[in-house]
C-alpha cells in the first residue's frame, strides 16, 4: 500500500505545484523572507517543475551568490534526505530485488558499496546524471547515510557556486563561465574515468 502511496501523493503534490508554477517563480523573483524562499526552494528541488540551475541562478540573482548558494545548497540537502529516506524506509526491498535481477547493475551497486562516498561525490559532480535518481539509488543500495550527506554536500557546491554566481552577474561574461563550466565537467570526467579503472583493476 505504501510503495503506491508514495508517488500518488507525490505526483498529487508534482501537479499541484506544476499549476500554480509561474506564481512560485514569481515569488523567487521578489526576494520573499528568508524562512519562504528557503521552503520554495526545497519545493522545487523535491518537484522539479523546471531545471533546478534555473532556480539557482535566480537566488544568485535575489541574494548574491553567496547567500543565494547558501540558499540553494541546504534547500537541495533537505530535499536529498528526505528522497534517500523515503527510498530506503519504503524500497529498499523492492530495489534490492530490481538490482539482484540485472548482473551489470549488481556489479554496479558492490563496487558503489566498496567507495561510497567517492561514488557519490562523482554522481554530484557530473551534470549528466540526474540528481532524483541519485537520491533513490543511494537509498535503495544503500549507501550509509552520513556517508551520503556528507558526499552529496562536498559534490553539489561547484555547480551551486557556478549557477549562484552566473545569476548574480556572470551572464555578463558567457566565455569566463563556459570555461569555467567546461573545465568542471572535463574534471568531473577525469575522476570517474578514473573511478572506473580503479575499480576494474580491483
Not at 28 to 48: I, K
Not at 106 to 133: C, D, E, G, N, W
Request: charged letters at 10%; aromatic letters at 14%.
Amino acid at each position: 500500500m505504501m510503495k503506491w502511496l508514495v508517488p500518488a501523493v507525490y505526483l498529487c503534490v508534482l501537479v499541484i505545484a506544476f499549476i500554480y508554477r509561474q506564481d512560485i517563480f514569481i515569488w523567487l523573483e521578489q526576494s520573499p523572507a528568508f524562512p519562504l524562499m528557503m521552503l520554495l526552494a526545497t519545493v522545487f528541488a523535491l518537484f522539479p517543475l523546471m531545471p533546478y540551475k534555473a532556480v539557482i541562478a535566480v537566488l544568485g540573482y535575489t541574494y548574491g551568490t553567496m547567500e543565494g548558494a547558501v540558499i540553494a545548497w541546504v534547500a537541495t540537502t533537505i530535499a536529498a534526505i528526505v528522497v534517500y529516506a523515503v527510498a530506503r524506509v519504503v524500497y529498499r526491498d523492492s530495489g534490492h530485488r530490481l538490482i539482484e535481477r540485472y548482473p551489470a547493475l549488481a556489479s554496479f551497486t558492490k563496487a558503489v558499496q566498496t567507495y561510497p562516498f567517492r561514488a557519490v561525490i562523482i554522481a554530484r559532480l557530473l551534470p549528466v546524471i540526474p540528481q532524483t535518481a541519485v537520491n533513490i539509488y543511494a537509498g535503495v543500495a544503500p549507501v550509509p547515510f552520513w556517508t551520503y550527506v556528507i558526499a552529496s554536500g562536498i559534490g553539489k557546491i561547484p555547480s551551486i557556486l557556478i549557477y549562484a554566481y552566473l545569476g548574480h552577474g556572470l551572464s555578463l561574461n558567457p566565455a569566463l563561465f563556459g570555461t569555467v563550466a567546461a573545465i568542471i565537467i572535463l574534471l568531473s570526467t577525469l575522476l570517474m574515468i578514473a573511478y572506473q579503472k580503479k575499480g576494474s583493476r580491483r
